[in-house]
């Protein structure tokens, strides 16, 4: 067969090139396979060649030319991307709601105004008064803001089931709504905070009761068994109010124990306590009255206070003998009220009917003789008893 590139001329003279494969390391490249030598000889040996080398990848950032003759490498998983990416979103999800919290509701480090307002229920409801004090403006007095005082209103009327309605912020300032049970009574208060610094406080966590225009009409006036005759305003937690006294002459009563103020900054009907006489005031009065009678009872005259100065039993007997009277004392005492003073309660006024009988001789008259009557006399009584003295005594009025 000629030769079409001319005599003694091959391809490569006639500008014509073999398709060359990309040289990669450990590989023949095309048209050396097996290697030649000049004349075909075998070039000499290579002591590494045959042995094993390993696949070159392509520099980061280079993809392999189509049609090379180089493996492919295998495709990365993609799985490490997605996690990583899972979880950067995540982190970021969590930053974004932070910072929405912060926006939306404020600084969450300082105490948020309801749950101050929750905080403050829930330490009246444990007894804990110094937990309460924590979450409130400082009071003038606390001298009824203890555990021992607050126990006794938890347990008179407990406060359960609290629920916040509302909340409204406006910088310092701040009002919750709350809802909760206040023994069988259901309350639905606003409380007022104010912000100082970092913390929110209730503006009016103690209820103050001005004892100033009652307190003199009680004698030794006392809130659960604490003195207080020596204020003039009291300050007790939100709840029922036990008023007493330290005299047993005396009992405190309160018709409006139940309408007791349900918050701090609301009005009850529990600061209007009155007093009455005690068992041991009543039965003071009543020897005092018996004393008076029994001494009235001696008189000889049919006029008593002829012989007993302040005795006012008489049957108007013009004709009866001197000194002749026998008296017999009322024995119910029944009809006879007693009213502590208004402005002394230890002035204790008695006013009522008191029913005596008599029996006297009348002088003889003419011809008529001496004869014995029996009469009797109704006698009001009306007069005061003073119940500070060692022995109280009836003074007629």
Known sequence: MSNPYGPGQGPEDAGWQPYSEPTVVGQPQFG???PQGPGGQPPPADPNYGAYQPYAQPAPGTWPQSGGGGPVPPAKSKKPLFIALGVAGVVVLVVILVLSLVVFTGDSDSGEPDAVVTSY???LADGDSAEALGLMKAPASELLLTDDVLKKQQKIAAITDVKIIDTSDSGDNATVQATYMFGDRKADETFSLTKAGDDWRLDDGAVVIDISYFKDGIPGLTVF???VDN???IYVFPGPVEWGTSDENFT?????????AMSGNSYGSANSPTVDLSS???AAVQSAIRAYVDNCALSKET?????????????YAFDAEPASAVWTAPTDLDAVEYRVGYDDPNQVSVNGDLAWSVTYRTKPYGSLPAETKTETTTQYLYGDIDLSSDEPVFTPS
């Open 32 to 34: 050396q396979y097996p």
């Open 121 to 123: 229920l829930q330490a």
């Open 225 to 227: 068994g604490v003195p």
């Open 231 to 233: 204020e003039s305003k």
């Open 252 to 260: 405190v009563v309160d018709e409006n124990q139940s309408e007791f």
């Open 280 to 282: 041991t005031g009543t």
């Open 303 to 315: 006029d008593a206070s002829v012989d007993k100065p302040g005795c006012e039993q008489d049957v």
